[in-house]
Structure formats: C-alpha cells, structure tokens
C-alpha cells in the first residue's frame, strides 16, 4: 500500500483500436473495428426508385443480338438493370431480371449454375431439359430449375423463342458465391471472382472478362 495521500499515477490512456501498429502485417490493411453508429451509417443505403424497362428497348436490342451465333452455352439475353443499387446488378438488390432469345433449331447446351432460375416463356416452342427431364414448352409456361441443376434449351418450331429469366444471382454475386459451369464439364467450372485464385474456363478469355 501506498503512503497515506500519496499522489496515486494516472493510467496510461489506451490507444484507439484503429489496428494502425499491425497495418503493415499480412490481413490488417483492408480490417476495421467499427462502432455501431459508424456501422449502421455503412449499411444504410440509398433507397431504390422504381424502374421501367421498354420492350421496345428490349426487342431492339434481342434483334441486334439475334444476329450472333451462340457461342458455347452463352446465352443471348438484355439483363434489366436499375442503377440505383450500384455494383448489386440487377432490377432490385439480389434479383436479376433478364430477356433471352433462342432461333428455331438452335440448342442452350447443358450447363449450370448455383443460382435458382424461372422461365417463363413469352413466345416460342421448344424443350427445356433439367436433370434428364424433358419439359415441353410454350407460350405462357413456366419452369423453375434449382440451383445447381443440369438444364438446356432447344427451341422447335417455325419462330423464336423468347423467354423471361429471373435468377437470385445478383444475391450471389454480391456474397462472392456465384459459380457457373458451361457447357457441362468440370473444366469449365468458373467463380465469378476477381482475385489470387484466377476464375478459368477452358472455352473463355479470363482476360477479356
């Protein structure tokens, strides 16, 4: 015990916890310790106005593209895309809309994805293909594939197929979980990621991606 009025030292005052003496560590550039009030100010965003999209554009559009081959399982399609939620593309955060066109006789090799996708088919005939199970279908049908799931589509008949596609990928694009195979084939398995760990394919130009 100290003497009787002695004069009792201060402590040291703590230092803030801006991880400032181990940003030149491995990991501690990029890591933060918020506090609630400087958090919830980071996950409050700007609200989302509603959006319309016109078919003329959308048609205009799938003509020009309609004038392509099909390369590999890629698909022609407009995506709709409401800038107001930035780098979360799609029509609303974690919902992607788009508009695909197939040609008579033409075939959307057997691919996937671990996005859940609807088709709700706006003109056309033809088969959708999930997991080995032939749907017909036609104008005014819908099927939904589970993520995950082998699927192609051949369009039949004498006029194109024209289908609405709405998928979870944005979602999963944002949690950087968003994976593709197409075609079929564990070598062509792709992340969508940008990073150390190169997303490849054998039948695309990671570099022009």
Not at 140 to 150: L, M, R, S
């Amino acid at each position: 015990m100290g003497k009787q009025g002695a004069k009792v030292k201060p402590a040291a005052k703590a230092e803030p916890n801006t991880g400032a003496k181990r940003r030149n560590e491995p990991g501690f550039d990029n890591a933060r310790v918020l506090t609630a009030d400087e958090y919830f100010k980071r996950v409050r965003h700007h609200n989302v106005r509603p959006a319309k999209w016109s078919g003329e554009d959308v048609m205009e559009t799938l003509e020009e593209l309609g004038r392509d081959p099909l390369r590999h399982a890629e698909r022609r399609f407009v995506s709709l895309v409401n800038e107001d939620h930035g780098d979360l593309a799609g029509a609303s955060p974690g919902i992607f809309i788009g508009v695909q066109l197939i040609h008579p006789g033409e075939v959307v090799p057997n691919h996937r994805h671990n996005s859940v996708a609807i088709y709700h088919y706006l003109k056309g005939t033809g088969f959708t293909t999930v997991e080995g199970t032939r749907f017909p279908y036609k104008r005014g049908d819908t099927i939904v594939c589970p993520a995950w799931a082998y699927h192609e589509h051949e369009a039949t008949g004498d006029e194109d197929t024209i289908m609405y596609v709405t998928q979870d990928m944005t979602e999963m694009a944002a949690k950087r979980t968003l994976f593709f195979e197409e075609p079929a084939g564990v070598e062509n398995l792709r992340h969508m990621v940008q990073g150390t760990s190169k997303s490849w394919s054998a039948t695309r130009d990671q570099d022009q991606e």
